[in-house]
C-alpha cells in the first residue's frame, strides 16, 4: 500500500469518485427548486388576492360622492365618509408633527454625536424594541396619556398613539441618510469653524434629505393603515369632528365597523375606504423607493 | 519666533464675544438631541408604566392567578387571562409554522441567483409590499375572501382526521386556525427581509469555497449558507413572532372572540389584543383594569421576545 | 530640550535655518485607544513655506496632520500626547475652541468633498459662519480666482459644486479653505484622485498660495514633494512591541537635502524607490 500522499490523480480508479453529478443529488436539488419557486408563488398570491379583491370590490361605488359625503345611517343608500378622509390626514399629520422632529434629532444624536458611544447604543437598542411595540398598546398608551388628562377621545389622542409607532421609522432611516453622507463632508464643515449646529443644519440634513423624506413617507403610509391604535383615542365619529378635542373618524376604523357590520352599503363602503387606502399605502411606498434613488452622495 | 498679540489669543484661547450667541445655540443643540435620545428609553418606560398604573385595581384583586384563570366574567366582575395568553401564543405558534418555512424559502429564492437580478428586484419589491398593507384590510380580505374560500378545505380535513383532536370541531366561520393562517401571510414579510439581508451578508468565499470543493448549488444552500446564515433567520423568526403576538385587528376580526379555550384550532378563540380591541370599547372599572393587565402581560411578552431577537440579530452582526 | 526616547537616530529632526515658525510639534505622539499611531514627533513649520509629509501608507503623517487643526477630536478614542503649539498657543490647552483653530488652520481633503450646495453657497457657507459681513459676491470672485477657479465657474455661480469635474470640485474646495483667510492650509494628498493636468494646476496653486499662507502637505508621490515643496519630512512605519505599527519621524530638511543627500539610509531608500 503506498503512502497516500504519494498518489497522483492519475492513480485515482476510474469509478472510484462519482463523475459528473449523481441523478440522487440532481433530483435533489431539481425538488428543493421546485419548493421555492412554489414558496415565493404562495407568497405574492395573497398579495395579487388582496389587491384584486379591493379593486373589484372597491371601485364599483368609487365616485366623488365618497370624497364629499358623510357616513349614512344603516339601511340607508349612498354616502360617502369624507370625515374619515380628513380624520386619516389629520391623525397622520399630527403624528408626523410629534415623531419627525423627535425621530430626526435622535438620529442626529446617533450618527453625529454618540458615534457608538454607550448612549447611542442605548438608544439603539430601545428603537428597536419600541418598533417591536405592539399598535393596540400605543393605543392604549395615548388612552392612559392623553385621553384620561383630556377628558375625551380626540385627534390629538390618535396622533400621539401614531407617532409612538411612526418614530422609530423615522429614527432608523434619518439614521441611514447621515450615515450615507461621507466623513469627509462632515469634517470640510467642521474644518472651515462652522459650529455643529451650523453644520447639521446647512449642510447634513439637507443632504440627507431624500433619506428622511423616505423615512417620513413610510411612516406615514405605516401610520395611514393602523385600527388598533385610534380604536380608543381617535375613536370614530358619524360626522364630522369640530375640533382637534373631539372623537374624530378615521378610514382604518372605518373599515373595521364597517366590514364587521351586517349591512350590505357599510359593507361597500368599507370596501371603497379599503381601496382608497391600500392605492394609498402601494403609491407612498413606491414614491418611498424612488425618493431613496435620488442620493446626493 | 512671532507670538500672537495678546487680543488674538485671547479669541483663539475662548471664541470670541460675537459668537457666543452661536456657540451657545451649538450647544443648547447638543443638549436638546442628548434628551430626545435618552427621551426615547422613557417612552418605553413611560408607555409601561401607564400601562401598570390603569391595571393596579386588577393586579390588587386577581394577582398571578390571573394568568392561569380561564374565567372573564364582566357580570361578576371577575377575569382571567389564560384563554387569551392560549390563544395568544397558539395563534402565534401555528402563524410561524407556516411562515418560517415559506419565509426562508423565499429568502433563499431572492438571496441566491435563481433568476436574473432584474427579475428579482421587483419580486423583491412584491413581498417588501406585503408588509405595506393594512392589518384591517387582511382582516376584511379574511372575512370575504379567504375564509370562504379555505373552508373547504378545512371541512375536508374535519371529515378525514375529525379523529384528531386539534381537527375535531367542524370548521366555524370565525376560527383560530384559519385567523392564523392570515396572520402567517402578515409576518411573512419580517422573515423574508432580514433572513435575505442575511443570506446576502454571508462572505463570497464561503459560497465560492463550497462551490470549488464541487458542492452542488443545493448542498452549498442547505450545508453551508443557512448553516452560517442560521442566528440571523432565527432573529428574524423572533421578531415576526413579536408582530405576530402584537398583531391585533385581523385577529378581532377573524378568530371569533370566544373566551373559552376549545382543543380543535377549527374553533373560535381569543387573542390578548383581540380581547382588549373588541370589549375596550364597553368596559369601564375592574374589566378595564383587567384589560390593561392583559395588556402589561402582553407588553412583557413582546418585550422580552424582542429583546431576546436584538440579541440574536446583534450577535450575529457583531460576528460579520 | 528634550531627548528623543525613539529608538531611531536623529533625535532632534526639528531644527530649521528659519526664524519664523508657526507650528511646533514638541514630542508628540498619537493613540487610537491604546493602539499607538504616532510616536514621538519633534517638527516645526515655517511660516509661508511648503511642507511635505512624505512616507509610506500608515506611517502616520495623515494622522499627525489632521492634529493641526484638531480634526482628530472627531474621532471617538484618538488622543495626542506631547505639545502642539500655534503661534505659542498650546492647541490642545482645554481652554482652546477648536472650531477657532479650524478657522485659522483650513484643511483640503484626499477626495474633494463639496458641500450639496451651489458653487456660490460653498464658498459663502465658511464666511457665514465666521461671521463674515463683507461683500460676499466679491469674497466669492476673490477665492475662487484665488483657486484658479474663476474663469471657469464664474457664468454658473448657481450650479451645484458637485456638477463640477474632480479637478474642478478639489479647486473649489481649496477656495473654500481660502475664503475663511486662515493663515496655515493643511492638504491631505489632494491630488491623488486627479488626473494629471489637474493635478499641475493644483500644484502651480500652491505655488502661488505660500505667498499668502503656510502650506503642510501630505502626498504619496515623491515628484510632488519635490516640485512644491521648500521642506520635505519623511515618515516611517516600523513594527513596535506587539507587533502594531507606529509611525515615526525619521528626517526633516530642505526638499533638495531630502532627495539629494538625505542623512538617512531609509530616507535615501525611500526617496530612490529601493523600499521595502
Known amino acids: ?150 377628558g375625551t377621545f380626540s385627534a390629538i389622542a390618535g396622533g400621539v398613539a401614531l407617532a409612538v409607532l411612526m418614530a422609530p421609522i423615522v429614527i432608523r432611516t434619518a439614521e441611514e441618510g447621515l450615515k450615507s453622507i461621507p466623513r469627509d463632508v462632515r469634517q470640510a464643515a467642521v474644518g472651515i469653524g462652522a459650529t455643529n449646529f451650523q453644520s447639521v443644519f446647512s449642510i447634513i440634513l439637507p443632504a440627507a434629505l431624500p433619506f428622511i423624506a423616505t423615512g417620513v413617507t413610510l411612516a406615514l403610509a405605516r401610520a395611514a393603515g393602523e385600527t388598533a391604535p385610534l380604536l380608543f383615542t381617535a375613536l370614530f365619529n358619524q360626522y364630522d369632528a369640530k375640533g382637534l378635542r373631539e372623537p374624530i373618524a378615521t378610514l382604518s376604523v372605518l373599515i373595521y365597523n364597517y366590514a364587521i357590520s351586517p349591512y350590505k352599503n357599510q359593507q361597500e363602503l368599507a370596501w371603497v375606504a379599503a381601496l382608497i387606502v391600500v392605492l394609498l399605502i402601494l403609491a407612498v411606498s413606491i414614491l418611498a423607493r424612488a425618493l431613496t434613488s435620488r442620493k446626493v452622495y | 519666533m512671532t507670538s500672537l498679540t495678546t487680543a488674538q489669543q485671547e479669541t483663539l484661547i475662548e471664541s470670541s464675544s460675537k459668537f457666543s450667541g452661536v456657540r451657545l445655540t451649538d450647544r443648547i443643540f447638543y443638549w436638546l438631541t442628548v434628551i430626545l435620545a435618552i427621551g426615547i428609553g422613557l417612552v418605553l418606560i413611560w408607555i409601561t408604566y401607564s400601562l401598570l398604573s390603569i391595571a393596579i385595581p386588577a393586579i390588587a384583586s386577581f394577582g398571578l392567578g390571573f394568568l392561569a384563570s380561564s374565567t372573564w366574567n364582566p357580570v361578576q366582575d371577575v377575569y382571567g387571562a389564560f384563554p387569551q395568553i392560549y390563544g395568544t401564543i397558539l395563534s402565534s405558534f401555528i402563524a410561524l409554522l407556516f411562515a418560517i418555512p415559506l419565509g426562508v424559502g423565499v429568502a433563499i429564492f431572492l438571496s441566491e441567483n435563481f433568476l436574473p437580478r432584474k427579475i428579482l428586484t421587483p419580486i423583491a419589491f412584491t413581498v417588501e409590499l406585503l408588509a405595506a398593507i393594512p392589518s384591517v384590510v387582511y382582516g376584511m380580505w379574511g372575512i370575504f375572501i379567504f375564509i370562504p374560500a379555505i373552508l373547504p378545505l378545512l371541512k375536508w380535513v374535519n371529515n378525514a382526521f375529525g379523529w384528531v383532536p386539534i381537527f375535531s370541531t367542524s370548521p366555524s366561520t370565525r376560527q383560530l386556525f384559519a385567523a392564523s ?114 395588556a402589561l402581560v402582553l407588553m412583557l411578552l413582546t418585550l422580552a421576545v424582542n429583546v431576546l431577537a436584538e440579541f440574536i440579530v446583534g450577535r450575529f452582526q457583531q460576528v460579520e | 530640550m528634550t531627548t528623543n526616547p525613539s529608538t531611531q537616530p536623529n533625535a532632534r529632526s526639528s531644527m530649521l535655518p528659519e526664524s519664523d515658525v508657526v507650528i511646533q510639534t514638541e514630542n508628540v505622539s498619537i493613540y487610537y485607544g491604546s493602539f499607538q499611531a504616532v510616536r514621538n514627533v519633534f517638527l516645526d513649520i515655517p511660516k509661508n513655506r511648503v511642507v511635505a509629509f512624505i512616507g509610506p501608507s500608515g506611517c502616520g503623517k495623515s494622522t499627525l496632520l489632521r492634529c493641526y487643526n484638531r480634526l482628530n477630536d472627531l474621532i471617538p478614542g484618538a488622543r495626542v500626547e506631547g505639545k502642539i503649539t500655534y503661534q505659542g498657543v498650546d492647541l490642545y490647552d482645554p481652554k482652546v475652541d477648536p472650531v477657532e483653530v479650524r478657522r485659522r488652520v483650513g484643511m483640503v481633503f484626499q477626495k474633494a468633498n463639496p458641500f450639496p450646495k451651489s458653487i456660490y453657497e460653498n464658498i459663502a457657507f465658511g464666511a457665514r459662519v465666521n461671521g463674515y459681513k463683507g461683500d460676499m459676491d466679491e469674497l466669492v470672485e476673490r477665492s475662487l480666482r484665488g483657486s484658479a477657479l474663476w474663469d471657469e465657474v464664474k457664468d454658473k455661480l448657481k450650479q451645484s459644486g458637485l456638477s463640477l469635474s474632480g479637478g474642478q470640485q478639489q479647486r473649489l474646495c481649496i477656495a473654500r479653505a481660502i475664503a475663511i483667510e486662515p493663515e496655515v492650509i493643511l492638504m491631505d494628498e489632494p491630488c491623488s484622485a486627479l488626473d494629471p493636468i489637474s493635478t499641475l494646476r493644483v500644484e502651480d496653486l500652491i505655488h502661488e498660495l505660500k505667498q499668502q499662507f503656510t502650506i503642510i502637505i501630505v502626498t504619496h508621490n515623491m515628484q510632488q514633494a519635490s516640485r512644491v515643496a521648500d521642506y520635505t519630512a519623511f515618515f516611517n512605519a516600523e513594527a513596535g512591541d506587539g507587533g502594531s505599527r507606529f509611525g515615526y519621524l525619521v528626517e526633516y530638511d530642505r526638499t533638495e537635502n531630502i532627495f539629494n543627500s538625505p542623512k538617512q539610509q531609509s530616507t535615501q531608500d525611500y526617496v530612490s524607490g529601493r523600499f521595502g
Open chain 1, 1 to 150: 500500500m503506498t503512502n497516500p500522499s504519494d498518489r497522483v490523480i492519475s492513480d485515482i480508479a476510474p469509478g472510484e469518485f462519482d463523475t459528473g453529478v449523481s441523478s440522487g443529488r440532481k433530483v435533489f436539488g431539481n425538488v428543493m427548486t421546485g419548493l421555492v419557486f412554489a414558496c415565493v408563488a404562495i407568497a405574492i398570491l395573497p398579495l395579487a388576492s388582496i389587491i384584486f379583491m379591493v379593486i373589484a370590490n372597491g371601485l364599483g361605488r368609487f365616485s366623488p360622492a365618497v370624497f364629499t359625503e358623510l357616513p349614512p345611517p344603516p339601511l340607508v343608500e349612498g354616502g360617502g365618509f369624507r370625515n374619515a378622509i380628513v380624520g386619516t390626514l389629520l391623525t397622520c399629520l399630527i403624528g408626523a408633527l410629534i415623531s419627525v422632529p423627535f425621530g430626526v434629532l435622535t438620529a442626529v444624536y446617533n450618527v453625529e454625536f454618540g458615534r457608538g458611544n454607550k448612549l447611542s447604543q442605548f438608544v439603539h437598542f430601545c428603537t428597536n424594541v419600541l418598533s417591536g411595540v405592539p399598535s393596540i398598546i400605543a393605543g392604549l398608551f395615548a388612552y392612559g396619556v392623553v385621553v384620561l388628562t383630556l
Open chain 2, 181 to 294: 393562517l392570515v396572520l402567517a401571510i402578515m409576518i411573512l414579510p419580517t422573515i423574508i427581509a432580514i433572513s435575505r439581508d442575511t443570506m446576502i451578508s454571508i462572505p463570497p468565499q464561503l459560497r465560492q469555497g463550497a462551490y470549488g470543493l464541487g458542492a452542488t448549488r443545493w448542498e452549498t444552500i442547505t450545508k453551508v449558507l443557512v448553516p452560517a446564515g442560521l442566528s440571523g433567520i432565527i432573529g428574524s423568526i423572533m421578531l415576526a413572532l413579536g408582530r405576530a403576538l402584537g398583531e391585533t385587528m385581523a385577529l378581532a376580526m377573524l378568530v371569533g372572540n370566544s373566551n373559552r379555550i376549545n382543543i380543535s384550532w377549527f374553533a373560535p378563540a381569543s387573542t390578548i389584543s383581540a380581547l382588549i380591541a373588541n370589549q375596550f370599547g364597553e368596559a369601564s372599572g375592574l374589566q378595564k383594569s383587567a384589560l390593561f393587565y392583559e
